[in-house]
């Protein structure tokens, strides 16, 4: 039986889309190629129609660019490929997770028992800081020459002098590292906290971040089904999709 055909239009008015907006979809390679009718319109099919819903599906959780590169491995059954895209967004979801788990661990450290906190509100030497954090000096002005911690130096003897501040962000910092976060990353996280002012307004940036990453792993797995639906219509007869999702 032939496919009933559709319209571009048909495919955009289910998304609110305009038809120039499908065309281009089908250029980029996100839909599977076009039959043409002897007149050049377009004949889209029901597999044109999932492979728009699973794109646009994909999109909500993984991005435009990682969601078009899904369904162009598909259209070309390329399993390898797809899975791997799928596999690594989940990775670096995962990794951002923990990333925000460190570092509310760390807000934690910095909201500890008054007692503790007071070692945190006097400005300290590098020797002091360095003792409180349990690591070398050397490490220190190696955040400082990273553009992480911002030490003042004392105008008799030049040393350098930790203001409580600074003596905040190394503990953050510290925590960070531990975590196995390389300086780059924690600079922008430090460069953040430094904007927000203090751990108040910190703690409502980081629910705010647990928030998307939530949206984002509900929207990866709503879309998941969307893209099951798309592969088990475009496998080929002689490949069909088992009840995974592969092509068998």
Do not use: C
Request: charged share 30%.
């Amino acid at each position: 039986m032939t496919p009933r055909s559709l319209r571009p239009v048909d495919l955009a008015r289910e998304h609110g889309l305009s038809t120039q907006a499908v065309r281009n979809y089908e250029d980029e390679g996100i839909l599977p190629p076009v039959e043409r009718s002897g007149t050049g319109y377009r004949r889209y099919t029901a597999a044109h129609a999932r492979a728009l819903r699973a794109f646009l599906a994909l999109r909500l959780g993984y991005g435009h660019r990682t969601a078009a590169e899904i369904l162009r491995a598909a259209n070309r059954g390329d399993e390898e490929a797809l899975f791997r895209l799928i596999d690594q967004a989940h990775a670096e979801l995962l990794r951002e997770r923990r990333i925000l788990d460190e570092v509310t661990a760390a807000l934690g450290a910095l909201t500890a028992a008054p007692e503790q906190q007071e070692g945190r509100r006097k400005e300290l030497s590098i020797g002091a800081l360095a003792h409180q954090l349990g690591m070398h000096p050397a490490s220190l002005r190696k955040w400082e020459n990273a553009g992480i911690l911002r030490a003042r130096r004392d105008p008799v003897t030049g040393h350098r002098r930790y203001p409580p501040d600074t003596v905040r962000d190394a503990h953050v910092v510290r925590q960070l590292r531990r975590g196995g976060y390389p300086l780059p990353r924690i600079k922008v996280f430090i460069d953040q906290l430094r904007a927000v002012g203090d751990t108040a307004d910190l703690e409502g940036v980081l629910a705010e971040w647990r928030v998307r990453l939530r949206g984002r792993s509900r929207a990866m797995l709503a879309a998941g089904r969307h893209l099951d639906d798309y592969l088990h219509l475009a496998a080929p007869p002689e490949a069909p999709v088992d009840g995974r999702g592969a092509y068998s």
